[in-house]
């Protein structure tokens, strides 16, 4: 062993008991090695940044702009809905659902990204179902971190994988190399996971369930607006047909409140504001608050020809993407002071209607349109969220009290949808057709996505998560380095050594089991960057193909089941699901073996060695 070697190997080790120790955090032990590996003279401050202008790390980018364009338009959330619907209370189809679809949505965004939107989706269920979350979320963990076995894009290991094979003058992988041992491990986890529940969950996570903001039902219960919400469509011959709502003055001829006016527009419905020079047109739905209570909404239907619809939730919850409330406090500097709701034209001013008042700490009942409003008076108002944040940076008349804890599930840009997926689905076709190279895909996916309003640019940068970036970067100048000094042949012998005339099934079980244990100690994205030539330089010393023990280098890394460190999308669910280090190591041994098993089964079959 040269100096030069031994020195690098200190470096390495330094770097592993930090990541162990998560003293400093990653990020800043791949600055500090990608500095300090220049200045050993093993390799050049030209390839300690090289990584920088690596197309693999410009791919991972673009990958995390994608997953918040279907965040954005509202895919994710629409497959957590589905999952609700399909599975009702049975936990075994919740169970195996969840898997499902979590490695589903994976297998094109990032795992760390969809297991951070399904949370608290999963709460939720959780709390609805009365299911304990911890027999949850670690399958969700686990459905995460398959599905970085399902695609080339799914996880930066099979990228970096990928990455090795070109630099060595190889094909590289394929977009769907993986999936054919990805379908089998899945469903194996699954049918492990229906039994291996009963260790988890025993008790719940010691947080207070109470949110931290109040929620809409809250407000519902709390200003009594049950049973005063009404959804009624103008049909043909309405004398509502054509006029603008100043015209009808319905508040004062008719004590209607018009919240908000549904109307179908080409191929989707959205939510017009009721402003006075709105004009009304058969077909519209016009969502109606009405606080005196004798109102005969039968006849009402009668006379103007009105058809009474169905509500689905409690006081048009049911339509909190596009309708939001909020809690507003009247300051002594506000010029409404004096004046009732209606003098004050609120709707003309905020376009935001007010529903319930509340002087002192009771809610005020009947109509309230007419009282005057005082300092200290709290406004709960409803109308569109754009209305409600613009509102926040006025605080000379109205003071925004309080926001539900529902505007962090609003979508923002909900009309997008059809666009996004239309852009995923161009990606996928390009990059399994091989037309144009994969990060060439990306980047054309991610100016179609800006292009139709799917992203912005500030929801763009904020959406890369620049830590695993700069992670991956810092790392990878210790597989040159390592290669430089030697390091390389050295792993490869000794590993050929240990294996010795077993054969190349031993070799690549060898090399599965050395991935593993070394992502108790550092990330998978780490292990993959330091294993990938390792396993290359073996198959080289035995004459073998180097497909079958890069695909095993992958498989390994994705299988980081054993520590809540092994990976991000492990540490982000112990503290909901009240997980301990034992608790990862107990369901995730058996989950490593059965990845071994596919592994050794069926490596050999489809990449022969």
């Known amino acids: ?11 390495l080790g330094i770097t592993i008991v930090m990541f162990a120790l998560n003293r400093p955090r990653m990020d800043a032990v791949a600055l500090l090695m990608m500095t300090l590996l220049p200045l050993t003279g093993v390799i050049g401050v030209s390839d300690a940044l090289a990584g920088f202008s690596d197309p693999n790390i410009v791919l991972i980018a673009l990958l995390f702009v994608i997953g918040e364009g279907l965040v954005r338009t509202g895919v994710a959330q629409r497959l957590g809905d589905f999952l609700v619907r399909q599975t009702g209370k ?17 297998s094109f965004m990032s795992s760390t990204g969809v297991v951070a939107i399904f949370i608290p989706i999963v709460l939720r269920i959780a709390r609805n179902t009365g299911i304990t979350a911890g027999r949850l979320m670690m399958p969700l963990s686990i459905a995460g971190l398959m599905s970085g076995m399902m695609t080339l894009v799914a996880t930066p290991p099979n990228l970096i994988i990928h990455s090795e094979l070109l630099r060595q003058g190889h094909a590289g992988f394929q977009f769907f190399s993986f999936t054919p041992f990805a379908i089998p491990i899945v469903v194996l986890a699954v049918l492990y996971m229906l039994f291996a529940r009963r260790w988890l969950g025993t008790k719940n996570a010691a947080m207070d369930d109470t949110p931290k903001r109040p929620r809409l039902k809250h407000w519902i219960d709390e200003y009594k607006l049950m049973d005063r919400e009404y959804r009624l469509r103008i049909e043909p011959s309405s004398p509502f047909e054509g006029k603008k709502l100043e015209q009808l003055d319905l508040r004062a001829t008719s004590g209607i409140n018009i919240v908000a006016i549904e109307r179908k527009k080409n191929f989707h419905v959205e939510i017009v504001r009721p402003l006075a020079q709105t004009q009304l047109y058969t077909g519209d739905v016009l969502f ?16 103007f020809k009105l058809q009474k619809l169905p509500l689905n939730g409690n006081y048009f919850a049911d339509y909190s993407q ?8 009247v300051p002594p500097t506000s010029k409404l002071i004096g004046k009732t709701v209606v003098e004050a034209c609120f709707r003309s001013e905020f ?7 509340k002087q002192g700490l009771t809610a005020q009942e009947g109509v309230i349109l007419g009282k005057t409003l005082k300092s200290g008076d709290m406004l709960l108002v409803i109308g569109p969220w754009r209305a409600i944040r613009k509102l926040q940076g006025n605080m000379d008349d109205l003071i925004v009290l309080n926001l539900p804890a529902d505007l962090d599930d609003v979508i923002p840009a909900p009309s997008r949808m059809p666009y996004a997926i239309g852009a995923l689905i161009l990606m996928v076709l390009l990059m399994v057709s091989g037309i144009i190279p994969n990060v060439q895909a990306a980047l054309i996916t991610c100016l179609l996505l800006g292009l139709f309003g799917c992203v912005d640019f500030n929801s763009a940068y904020r959406s890369i998560h620049w830590q695993s970036l700069v992670l991956i970067v810092g790392m990878l100048p210790f597989s040159l380095a390592l290669q430089n000094t030697g390091g390389i042949d050295l792993a490869a012998n000794s590993l050929l050594q240990v294996v010795g005339e077993s054969g190349p099934h031993v070799a690549l079980a060898m090399i599965f089991a050395l991935t593993v244990v070394l992502g108790l100690f550092i990330s998978n994205t780490a292990t993959a960057v330091l294993m990938a030539p390792v396993a290359l330089a073996v198959a080289g010393e035995l004459g073998l193909s180097p497909y079958p023990f890069a695909m095993s280098i992958a498989l390994a890394s994705s299988a980081a089941f054993l520590t809540p460190v092994s990976s991000p999308v492990n540490a982000l669910v112990v503290g909901p699901g009240n ?9 995730g041994l058996p989950l490593v073996f059965i990845v071994l098993l596919v592994c050794m089964l069926l490596v050999p079959l489809i990449f022969p060695f």
Request: net charge negative; proline share 1%.
């Open 322 to 329: 596009e309708i939001g409330m909020a809690e507003l406090l």
């Open 579 to 587: 997980y301990t280090f034992l608790d990862f190591f107990k369901i």
């Open 351 to 357: 376009d935001l209607t007010v529903i319930g008042i």
């Open 90 to 106: 049975s936990e075994t189809r919740l169970l195996a659902l969840l898997m499902v679809v979590v490695t589903g949505i994976g």
């Open 1 to 11: 062993m040269t100096f030069d070697l031994a020195l690098v190997l200190a470096l």
């Open 288 to 303: 109606l608050d009405i606080h005196e209570p004798s109102t005969d909404i039968k006849a009402l239907c009668q006379q």
